[in-house]
């Protein structure tokens, strides 16, 4: 319940911030600080501050203008405070992060009279590992593990790359730069970052003798005491994947806000989705395989090292075959000649189900690569307590020091193939949807390559345990979180629960003060060349200095009606891809600016995150309803998994996600309160077709035009 105290601190600060940055308050915004604070504040919990209730999350769509972000840290962070939980926000752009980094919460430090600290929480990959710059100085190529692998991987850079480690050196040492890769002013190629950075199994923590000036963990200490943590939703993810805590703070410990929380069901997805390249592995294995001699001599000196060293060639040995097998396996089930890779392909398997010869291969594949890992694992455990000077394992420290990185790069691989063909084999529960599988044929730096994959249609599942069920609580907010106007999509996608909280918040603006137009010359898409000339001819009858978006579903119709284009109207014409996406911004600006039309081709990114305000977008196109067909190979399971069921997957996926698509296309042109302009649909089906009026009926209010004629409301 939230207590009187509790509501009189939120409503102080939200009194001062709205004097100190001079705002109006908004009825959104104060509708969305009071549901925010009451789902928080609700929260029970035992004696240990365990949570005990669960009614903890919070859904809120907030259109733009609401002002979210100043809404949801000021009724996050007091009850997070007073409850002694981190407030952890996560986004999904590197836009939203930084203006909530460098804009909002500055903004609110300096008006709202709430005392916090804040930081930004990144990977391990994004910070330099001083142990890796020293061996660099040193000359890191006469390290022999990094001579096996990174030599072969890699390009050597040769006096660029020691011209570089000379300049990060002296920066890091001088205190002028923390060791992150974003903050360097010019951009690091990856395959020098490689060189320098390290990941979790790597990393040797507190045995490290350089641990005191770890960039990662200097950047640690700081989030161990921020009570604000800004982070991303691959973060987020990554970190509850290994068990929540590592980079993070602990999950129960933690009040989530997800800004964009749109976006995080397709991130949840990519995230446990698993690979396997055969010929990457082979040609790993096979480097092992070469340097067993040198591994024997520097590591043989430990008897259980020894021992673990003498099963490798028997455990390669049983390997290698079956990935041969596996191989031949692939192109016979894709009904592909042997050493066909000249163009990328998938094949699918029908409802995911693998045949059964792949899947007693890929059962065979598990046993061999969880032994292989467990070797390793137990290989990098003595490595690592070898570099403490309280153990005594047998191994001096400089002979252990340079074969733990090798080591833990092989466990690492191990337990992604084991993963993989763990994932390839298991049968799926009838009553749930079934994984993706596939095989991917393409060409890697000339040479035919075999991908194996496997991925959840569905991350549901997976998110209600590792996310809703350890968290303390939890905000997730966005612009579009509903599709067709409720929120069951996002609900069956993101395993959000029905007893959580819902709202739809009202928006500041006035959509009437925009046009939703569906003119005559819009025809059905489905007679393609006919629907490219209608395009071309609504383009030459524009105004010509009028600010327009034209959004397309497909490059190619893009291309086609750009060079349809008379000559004089396509030098107006900015198209995606021919500049990039700042500078063709900048450029269309400029022409308003100067009092000329500007006309901008874009494709779905340009649907989502654009921010034009005013006179830079007056025109919103939307050449065709923005449906995706489920062809890739996670969408085309589902479909199949949703149509044996007795479900429409078009009713089911199509249309809902073309609904959050045609809503956040609609969004790039009221930005601010004054904003008005037109959005036109040169799309006919969404009169003709039954679904239409439900994709209407779930855009905002605006002013209807059909055919001319404009509609009462």
């Known amino acids: 319940m939230l207590d009187e105290a509790l509501k009189g601190d939120i409503q102080t600060a939200y009194r001062r911030v709205l004097e100190g940055l001079e705002l109006t308050p908004r009825y959104g915004q104060r ?42 840290l000021l009724a ?29 919460l500055p ?15 990144k990977g391990r990959g994004r910070y330099l ?21 990174e030599q072969a991987m890699e390009s050597r850079d040769g006096d ?28 690091i190629a990856d395959p020098q970052w490689r060189r320098l950075t390290t990941d979790h199994r790597q990393c040797t923590n507190r045995r490290c003798g350089h641990f005191n000036a770890c960039a990662f963990f200097r950047a640690r200490r700081h989030l161990d005491s921020a009570d604000i943590v800004v982070a991303n939703h691959d973060l987020v993810l990554a970190d509850l994947s290994l068990g929540g805590g590592m980079v993070l703070p602990k999950p129960a410990d933690c009040i989530y806000v997800f800004d964009e929380g749109h976006h995080l069901p397709d991130k949840a997805v990519e ?112 490595l690592r307590e070898s570099l403490d ?63 194996y994959s496997a991925s959840p249609v569905s991350a549901a599942h997976t998110l209600a345990r590792t996310l809703w069920g350890s968290c303390y609580g939890a905000v997730v907010t966005s612009a579009t979180l509903t599709a067709l106007g409720r929120f069951e999509r996002l609900q069956e996608r993101a395993g959000l629960a029905n007893r959580y909280r819902y709202q739809r918040l009202p ?44 959004l397309f579903s497909s490059r190619a119709q893009l291309r086609a009606v750009e060079k349809a284009l008379p000559k004089t109207l396509g030098e107006r014409v900015l198209a995606q891809d021919r500049l990039p996406k700042r500078e063709l911004i900048e450029r269309h600006r400029a022409r308003v600016d100067a009092g000329q039309g500007s006309i901008i081709f874009g494709l779905a990114s340009f649907a989502e995150g654009i921010d034009l305000p005013g006179d830079y977008l007056t025109h919103v196109v939307i050449t065709r309803l923005p449906f995706s067909v489920p062809d890739d190979p996670v969408g085309a399971t589902l479909a199949e998994w949703i149509e044996s069921r007795g479900g429409n997957p078009f009713m089911r996926i199509s249309v809902p996600d073309a609904s959050i698509k045609l809503v956040q296309a609609c969004g790039r042109l009221i930005r601010k309160e004054q904003d008005s302009g037109r959005i036109t649909l040169l799309d006919r089906r969404v009169l003709t077709r039954r679904y239409g009026r439900a994709l209407l009926d779930a855009l905002p209010p605006f002013s209807r035009e059909i055919d001319g004629v404009a509609q009462l409301p």
């Not at 609700?42 to 005990?52: F, L, N, Q, T």
């Not at 660029?160 to 360097?184: M, N, P, Q």
């Not at 084999?425 to 393409?442: G, K, M, Q, V, Y």
């Open 31 to 72: 509708l969305m600080i009071a549901e925010i604070a009451r789902t928080l504040a609700g929260i029970e919990a035992d004696d240990s501050g365990k949570r005990v209730s669960d009614e903890h999350v919070c859904v809120l769509e907030a259109g733009t203008g609401t002002g979210k972000t100043l809404a949801y």
């Open 76 to 104: 996050a962070l007091p009850v997070a405070q007073a409850r002694g939980k981190r407030l952890v926000i996560s986004t999904a752009t590197v836009a939203l992060q930084e203006q909530v980094l460098h804009q909002d």
């Open 107 to 121: 903004a609110l430090k300096a008006h709202s009279g709430l005392s916090f600290d804040y930081a930004l929480a």
């Open 129 to 149: 590992c001083v142990a890796n710059l020293e061996k660099a100085l040193d000359g890191a190529e006469e390290n022999p593990t990094l001579s096996m692998f």
């Open 160 to 187: 660029d790359f020691h011209a570089l480690v000379k300049e990060l050196a002296e920066a890091y040492g001088s205190g002028r730069w923390a060791g992150d890769r974003d903050s360097w002013p010019e951009t």
């Open 271 to 382: 995230h446990f989705t698993h690979r396997f390249a055969v010929n990457g592995a082979l040609r790993w294995l096979r480097t092992l395989k070469k340097s067993l001699t040198e591994l024997n001599a520097a590591l043989a000196v430990q008897p259980t090292l020894a021992r673990l060293l003498a099963g490798f060639p028997e455990a390669i040995a049983a390997i290698e075959p079956r990935l041969g097998e596996v191989m031949a396996l692939g192109h016979q089930l894709a009904e592909l000649p042997q050493g066909s890779g000249d163009e990328s392909r998938h094949h699918r398997f029908e409802m995911g189900r693998a045949p059964l010869s792949l899947r007693e291969q890929a059962s065979a594949l598990v046993v061999v690569f969880a032994s292989l890992a467990r070797n390793l694992e137990s290989m990098a455990d003595i």
């Open 389 to 451: 000077p309280d153990k005594h394992t047998g191994l001096p420290k400089e002979q252990a020091e340079p074969w733990l990185p090798l080591i833990a790069l092989l466990h690492g691989r191990a337990l992604e193939a084991h993963a993989l063909w763990l994932a390839m084999s298991e049968e799926d529960d009838p009553a749930e949807p079934p994984r993706a599988r596939w095989l991917t044929f393409e060409p890697v730096a000339g040479e035919p390559e075999l991908v």
């Open 507 to 550: 928006s500041p603006f006035d959509y009437s003060r925009a046009v939703l137009s569906v003119p005559r010359e819009a025809v059905d898409p489905g007679n393609r060349e006919a629907h490219e000339r209608a395009i071309v001819d609504f383009v030459a009858a524009l105004d010509s200095r009028e600010a327009v978006l034209m």
